[in-house]
């Protein structure tokens, strides 16, 4: 069955530090691929999406591109602020708007 | 566009008794689903309904039900609740038009 694997946490950077989330996914067909985020005593934000092979998918200075070859989605980003600490996961949805299959989610949390 | 709501925020039953949980979707939104995030874990999909049917159901046992209303809400029942159904319940919605899923904020159920 469908499958997401994330990089282990907790994970604690520096402000400015660079950012990268591994995440490798596992499925049947074409899934689409997303990054989710999740605030403390809050539910999930659809951080951004991936539908197909080589889609970058991009917000808030966040991105990540849907490997296939690799079968990956690792999130990146340039310079973290204070304010990224939250719990991100790595979904897929086998069919659009079919069913999401979250990864184990990583704390992250950007230290001053 | 009103966002997801669900009610209540935080509850408190005893093992053995039903708790149904609500859910308010986005106008339009004819996708709803519903899934249990244990603590420290990823969500984990209880089922889907799709214009009022069920439509998709993830590994829950039948003591998990629901249903899906023509205005946009939808419930989560359980029943003979253990302890081990403690956890986060999240609502999703989504429409044809868009990939991925709109999240509320969860409620938080506690089993004691």
């Known amino acids: 069955g469908d499958s997401v694997t994330q990089m282990e946490g907790p994970v604690t950077l520096s402000e400015e530090a660079f950012l990268t989330i591994n995440c490798t996914y596992t499925?049947?067909?074409?899934?689409?691929l997303f990054w989710y985020v999740q605030y403390p005593g809050e539910g999930l934000q659809l951080l951004l999406k991936?539908?197909?092979?080589?889609d970058k998918g991009s917000n808030k200075g966040f991105e990540a591109t849907y490997r296939k070859e690799t079968t990956s989605f690792h999130l990146e980003k340039g310079s973290v602020q204070v304010s990224d600490s939250a719990v991100y996961f790595c979904?897929?949805?086998?069919?659009?708007?079919?069913?999401?299959?979250f990864g184990t989610g990583t704390r992250l949390t950007i230290i001053p | 566009e009103t966002g997801v709501t669900q009610s209540p925020t935080h509850l408190i039953k005893t093992r053995g008794q039903q708790v149904t949980l609500r859910c308010s979707s986005q106008?339009?939104?004819?996708?709803v689903s519903w899934y249990q995030q244990a603590l420290g874990q990823g969500p984990q999909f209880i089922f889907q309904?799709?214009?009022?049917?069920?439509?998709g159901r993830g590994n829950f046992p039948p003591r998990f039900s629901g249903l899906q209303f023509p205005n946009y809400s939808s419930e989560l029942n359980v029943n003979a609740l253990e302890l081990d159904d403690s956890a986060l319940y999240l609502c999703?919605?989504?429409?044809?038009?868009?990939?991925?899923?709109?999240f509320g904020s969860g409620t938080r159920l506690t089993v004691v």
């Open positions: 999703a919605s989504s429409s044809d038009r868009d990939y991925g899923y709109t």
């Open positions: 499925a049947t067909g074409y899934p689409s």
């Open positions: 991936a539908t197909k092979a080589d």
């Open positions: 979904a897929l949805s086998d069919r659009g708007n079919e069913k999401l299959t």
């Open positions: 106008s339009g939104h004819n996708t």
């Open positions: 309904y799709y214009r009022e049917e069920e439509n």
